[in-house]
């Protein structure tokens, strides 16, 4: 089936540096993916739609320049938190859609992040 | 803007149960409904997906159905082991936007 490789699976880095997410569709090609925050015992909040090729999506209330996404090829997207802080700190999880809407989406097995 | 209420919030049942677990969407608009799994601290594995033209899906003890005019979907896991235990959630729209789940503990 349809795989999505994201890395790292846990990063922690001081306040104030960068941080970037990769998200990686092995077996397909994914024009369309997505990216989500979790919080802790909360449920994934869709934080932008990433399409390959151009500029991504921003759900209201996600900040642009701190968090950039870039879907530069068919199979890889990246998220990177900039200027980290310890507020950011949370699970980062990519999604892909698998082909058209019909065929569903998989998803990455997620990126603990910890910023101290 | 579409909103997804799952319930129960948390259920905690004896192992071999048979369970309901409901999704409902306040935009009934929806193309295809796929529902997951989460283990603490993982990525989500999907479970089941029904497609726009589709009313249920099965796989093994699990069992989905779709009514897309009322925007209303239902798992139905048969014969509950503690292995189901996770959080269960569904999303259905050309964006998944999700519920705060159901969180599933069985106990032996």
């Known amino acids: 089936g349809a795989v999505v490789s994201q890395h790292p699976s846990r990063v922690i880095c001081k306040s104030g540096t960068s941080v970037k997410i990769e998200c990686r569709s092995l077996?397909?090609?994914?024009?369309?993916m997505f990216w989500y925050r979790q919080f802790p015992k909360k449920s994934l909040m869709l934080m932008a739609t990433s399409n390959e090729g151009s500029k991504a999506t921003y759900e209201q209330g996600v900040e642009k320049d701190k968090f950039l996404i870039n879907h530069a090829s068919l199979t890889l997207s990246t998220l990177t938190v900039t200027s980290a802080h310890p507020e950011d700190s949370s699970f980062y999880i990519c999604s892909a859609r698998v082909g058209q809407v019909s065929y569903g989406y998989t998803f990455g097995s997620g990126t603990r992040l910890t910023v101290v | 803007k579409q909103e997804v209420t799952q319930i129960p919030a948390a259920l905690s049942v004896p192992e071999g149960e048979n369970l309901v677990l409901n999704c409902s969407f306040t935009?009934?608009?929806?193309?295809?409904l796929q529902w997951f799994r989460q283990d603490p601290g993982k990525g989500l594995t999907s479970l089941l997906l029904?497609?726009?033209?589709?009313r249920e899906q099965t796989s093994g003890r699990l069992n989905a159905s779709l009514d897309k005019s009322s925007g209303r979907s239902t798992l139905y896991i048969a014969a509950s082991q503690p292995g189901d235990s996770a959080t269960y959630l569904c999303g259905g729209t050309d964006k998944l936007i999700f519920g705060t789940g159901t969180r599933l503990q069985v106990f032996p």
């Open positions: 029904i497609q726009s033209s589709q």
């Open positions: 077996d397909f090609q994914a024009t369309t």
């Open positions: 935009d009934s608009a929806i193309y295809n």
